[in-house]
């Protein structure tokens, strides 16, 4: 079992900063698929930014250039830097994380499966 726990959200104004902090407790995630989900009110969850175990990141199109997802295998620890906030950013931050790629491919397509491995999530919120 895997066990996440976020950190680091808060309320900033528009053009502001925030950096994301996702700790992993039960098992090292050397190998796992990991990333960031977004939950704004009155919405479903959707992927925000993903990290393979090689490293490689992808982006939604609407924070790139923006956001950067990094992981330290070494800390068991997943970050997402957060740049140039828009109040369109405003959600509950979710980090998540699965072994293997169809399991989190499942999770990328359907966030409200009940595959994988989730935190309870960290508010952002960003006034404009």
């Known amino acids: 079992q895997v066990q996440l726990v976020e950190s680091g959200g808060g309320s900033v104004h528009a053009g502001g900063a925030l950096s994301l902090s996702c700790a992993a407790s039960?098992?090292?995630?050397?190998?796992?698929?990991l990333g960031w989900f977004g939950q704004a009110p009155g919405e479903e969850r959707a992927g925000v930014a993903s990290i393979d175990s090689a490293g490689s990141t992808s982006y939604v199109d609407s924070v790139k250039g923006r956001f950067t997802i990094s992981r330290d295998n070494a800390k068991n620890t997943l970050y997402l830097e957060m740049n140039s906030l828009k109040p369109e950013d405003t959600a509950a931050y979710y980090c998540a994380a699965a072994r293997h790629k169809l399991t989190w491919t499942t999770m990328w397509r359907q966030p409200s499966s009940p595959l994988g491995y989730w935190g309870q999530g960290t508010q952002v919120t960003v006034s404009s």
């Open positions: 039960g098992d090292t995630f050397r190998g796992f698929f």
